[in-house]
């Protein structure tokens, strides 16, 4: 390992950690497969993947088995807390970081491998994915390290240069791997990319130098030995739920209320990009003005714009769908360090200069708000101010100001040192104000309220109509999402034990339902707060059978 690659490990894990514990589960989308993942500790089947009752069809096995196997190295077992899942995140997180900057040191020296890893690691998708216990972190690492080998195959080929053995393995490896997280995502990220590299230059014979009957004979062996053991366990139900339900479905018509029209991705790019997202569009400009002179810039403009297209054209859009495409402008920004100032920062295009532009509005616009949100969230929904915003603010400035270079070349020292702010920023805005938004955490205020007000080893709860999947978590596999009647049902079928949750407004009809079975409800505690998934303003009570 050398100096540069344990570098940006050791950064990665430093931008993530703060948050991985103090940030309660995240709904819903977080919560579903820690859930997932807690029920196959619990019973021991490490096949089917199941949320309470239901099936859960949706991704492959290949999240849920890691985290498990991170509750199992923890010792804790299902009550492991939220951040022992968490650390899957973090370490695919690094491993793209880690891949990233392998791939710039192949293609363009070590400075411009260390310059893309720590732009990486300081965006804001990856601060965020890399604090969420779900399949995108992950994947990140398997994409990077498949088209890191796909890039360095591709390379020797032009140059008539002898592959390196391992890049074959690494590459079919990582597409096994990748298929085990998220299905198609990183096949269908290579092949778009040797597409577009086909397109332009009209020669497929180097990818013959993967030795793709071997290849695919190894993501065979990777992927077959699950797929035949869910199809048996879900009697083939997995492929119609993930396949014909929630891929098509998604490529067909927008799911779950995430149907966006084309332009999304370009909007939110400011965003997700930051603070690097300038700096990476004045890299992208000069590349495209030179890709033709440098199959380099070739693969990673073929890396980024097909995959960036293909997901704006899907009617399903959420923002970390297009994050596997980041890495080929993070290599950008890289190779723009190794070019003589003068041919770096030669003059743009007229309609790239003014694309420049637009995106230099995204990056004031993003560090104003991200200054703002750091400021404004504690008072507008914790009713407090927080002196943890002032410098959060600060950073979030002053990272966007040095994100916004007079020149498009921007030296390596300058790159660390936004990075360094973005983490400043990232860590107070993730793992101190966030977690402080107390009115928010509506799941953790209910489950001390349920152990302070416990009866029984035995209490199950029963809510309504609160049902977010991280109050399953935090409570137990067994807690009952039901309405006021099935509330009333559960606390008259298990008086001495049972608990059951309901708005305060509902209190008279809860017990008017309990009344006909010669029995009445108390109010131990009332938690009021903001479902965010939802929108809803909550007062809730908790209750059980008066004695």
Known sequence: MNRNTLILFLFSILMTVSGLASLPPVDRDESRFVQSTKQMVETGDYIDIR????TRYKKPIGIYWLQSAAVALSGEGAEAPI???RLVSMLGIALAVVGIGWTGTKLFGADAGLAAGLMMAAIFATAFEGRDAKTDAMLLACCVAAQGALAQVYLAARR??????HLPWIFWIAQ???????GPVAPLLSLLTAAALFAFERDWRWLLKLKLVRGVAIVLVIVLPWIILISWKSGGAFFQDAIGKDMLNKVAQGEESHGLPPGFYMLTYSLFMWPFGLIAVG???QAINRFWDDPRLRFCLAWYIPFWLVFEAIPTKLPHYVMPAYPGMALLIGWL???PADKANAPLKRWQTGLWWATAFG????SIGLAAVCIGAPIYFAKTFSWWSIPAAIAALVTGYLAF???LQVPLGRIAAIAVGAGITFSLLFGVIAPSLKPIWLSPAIKAAVDANRPCDTTVLASSPYHEPSLVFLIGTNTVLTDVDGVAKHLAADPACALGLAPVKDEQKLNELLAGQGKSAKRLTEIDGLNYSSGDKLALGLYRVTP
């Open 51 to 54: 949320l309470q009752d239901v």
């Open 83 to 85: 951040w022992v899942y």
């Open 160 to 165: 008539k240069e002898p592959v390196v053995g």
């Open 176 to 182: 096994g791997l990748g298929i085990l997280i998220k």
């Open 283 to 285: 890299a992208g400009l």
């Open 337 to 339: 360090l190794t070019l």
């Open 363 to 366: 990056v004031v616009v993003v």
């Open 405 to 407: 270079p007079r020149q």
